[in-house]
């Protein structure tokens, strides 16, 4: 879903050109989502309750959780998205305001926002919850007697990760464990089909992230030097992204003599680069994701690109952080290995390079467990129905108020 069809709006700005003109139909407060009409065609018989997203406008974090929102309007779901100015004094009592128009039941904020929703259940009564970020909810959030009064407030908690979840349980207590979710961010199996062996090519291995420290892409390059050194094959590698490292992989590509093997691209899935990265995953034979930690830009979730590469039949290659090892069960769906261990990982790439029935056997495990245990529809219906059991506490706490 592209953002360009989509009219946002902010408080007291004028409205973009391309928004209707009864502000009735789109309010210039609320992001309606245009979904298409094969999506909307039940909607009127499981009609769902009006539920408001509060959001920071971080374009870079945005995509998957429009994504979500999209499988709950899929669910029948009435979201308005509100996106949070803080350069904008009493945008709290503004959401408020708008939530009591609108008959608003609940509320989901991001930890970025937590503390907005919370603003606004004072003024309203209205409920709310949010989703973690990371794996460690502490490190980039509020601190922690501000993230347990969050959490005590909220009808319930998403946490992206089973690791994420342990940390805040450990910090909250048992007694919030019933009101801690694990629901992982998933991936849609329908956009990413299966491609198998036989259309890819036996010697690519892909990389693909952002271009920065974390992604651990210096140790891949190391590695396929070990390997041209020790193996009479050709191999190549790509690595799709973008960012600051750039220049530096560049520099160490021609430092080990690797021009001829190592190419750094640009491919983007929402964008109309080509090649795009599904293009990529479709022909390489190994990804590799050889992570020092998790890069800023998965929010503490799970890499949507690992993801994509096991619902398409791509072995992956990673490091055993966590997370990690809460998808790849090493041997089994993938490989995982110590970070920043060059050695360690081309014997790992080595091993699925040269053994095309391993490949196989991991790529058809993976796309299993993808289907099985990551698919963003299934996962967004949990998240439909805790949303659906908080929209209803609320009615029959209303009635009762009355």
Known sequence: ?????????????????????????????????????????????????????????????????????????????????????????????????????????????????????????????IGYSFTLAGPNPFAAGPDLTSLRDHARE???????????????????????????????????????????????????????????????????????????????????????????????????????????????????NESNTHPTLTDLMRVHAIMALPYRRLPGSCDGAVPAVLLEAMAMGLPVVSTSLDGMREIIDDGWNGRLITPRQPHWLAGALETLLDNVRLRVRIATNAREDVEQSFNQAVNASELARLLSMAAVEHRTCAREVV
């Open 154 to 268: 909220a009808d319930f908690v998403v946490a992206p990760s089973e690791t994420s979840r342990r940390e805040l349980l450990s910090a909250m207590g048992p007694a919030m464990a019933g009101r801690v979710f694990r629901i992982y961010r998933g991936v849609d199996v329908e956009r990413f089909p299966f491609s198998p062996e036989a259309g890819r090519q036996a010697d690519a291995i892909l990389a693909a992230g952002p271009l920065v420290q974390a992604s651990g892409f210096d140790d891949l390059i190391d590695a396929i030097a070990i390997l041209r050194d020790r193996r009479p094959e050709r191999i190549r590698l790509t690595i799709a992204g973008a960012g600051p490292s750039a220049p530096k992989l560049k520099a160490t590509i021609t430092a080990r003599h690797l021009e001829d093997r190592v190419e750094l691209v640009a491919a983007d």
């Open 1 to 125: 879903m592209s953002t360009s069809r989509m009219p946002v709006g902010r408080p007291h700005a004028p409205p973009p050109p391309y928004l209707p003109p009864d502000p009735k139909s789109a309010p210039r407060s609320v992001l309606r989502l245009a979904t298409d009409p094969a999506r909307r065609s039940d909607k009127k018989d499981r009609k769902g309750a009006p539920i408001g997203y509060v959001l920071n406008r971080d374009v870079a974090h945005l995509k998957p959780v429009l994504d979500e929102i999209l499988e709950l309007e899929r669910f029948g779901f009435d979201v308005h998205v509100f996106f949070v100015d803080r350069n904008f004094p009493g945008y709290a009592r503004w959401i408020a305001h708008e939530v009591s128009e609108r008959r608003i039941e609940h509320l989901h904020a991001h930890l970025a926002t937590v503390d907005v929703a919370r603003h606004v259940k004072r003024l309203t009564h």
